[in-house]
Antibody
């Protein structure tokens, strides 16, 4: 059974960096088949794709966030990470990690940007 | 970016009713379309992939059709546990994009 679990601070100050990790179990992130995604959802709004990382570490980002985002793999821990720099209140959302086919998602973690 | 336009934004139907949601893509996406169900406080759940293929374990009352730019999602007989917001999502191009969602309620 594939499971994903997000972790990281629930509160980030404006202008700082949001950092989240997604721990994967039941699948290997460098198995060579699936990309690994980050997706977010502000309260009451639709879902926004942030970006993805391939099993070999190749990344693709949403152009709307590209200048501020980094997604990376840690194969030794079987997890992948999200860093979003220079955050503002507009980055307040539930952040999800998901496998490339979007058949498996983490439960989501609320990140609030506030001083 | 490919824009995904869902309609209606919300609907109210009775138990047992047939419910239909449409999703229009701003350009041809072939059949690279997912449908998700999201209940409050939960992650989205994949129901349909490749526009018409039912994900394993998903009840057969859910179905999808379409290709190109016009897609349809149907619940053949609405059940109380189906109350949720439904989203379409294209995976033909990057960035991946989602529709605005359709909230389904019981009348």
């Amino acid at each position: 059974q594939v499971q994903l679990q997000e972790s990281g601070p629930g509160l980030v100050k404006p202008s700082q960096t949001l950092s989240l990790t997604c721990a994967v179990s039941g699948d290997s992130i460098n198995s060579g088949y699936y990309y690994w995604n980050w997706i977010r959802q502000p309260a009451g709004e639709t879902l926004e794709w942030i970006g993805r990382v391939s099993p070999t570490g190749i990344t693709n980002y949403n152009p709307s966030l590209q200048s501020r985002v980094t997604i990376s793999l840690d194969t030794s821990k079987n997890h992948f990470s999200l860093k979003l720099r220079s955050v503002t209140a507009a980055d307040t959302a539930v952040y999800y990690c998901a496998r490339g086919d979007l058949a498996y998602w983490g439960q989501g973690t609320l990140v609030t940007v506030s001083s | 970016d490919i824009q995904m336009t869902q309609s209606p934004s919300s609907l109210s139907a009775s138990v047992g009713d047939r419910v239909t949601i449409t999703c229009q893509a701003s350009q041809d996406i072939s059949n690279y379309l997912n449908w998700f169900q999201q209940k409050p406080g939960k992650a989205p759940k994949l129901l349909i992939y490749d526009a018409s293929n039912l994900e394993t374990g998903v009840p057969s009352r859910f179905s999808g059709s379409g290709s190109g730019t016009h897609f349809t999602f149907t619940i053949s007989s609405l059940q109380p546990e189906d109350i949720a917001t439904f989203y379409c999502q294209q995976y033909d191009n990057l960035p991946r994009t989602f529709g605005q969602g359709t909230k389904v309620e019981i009348k």
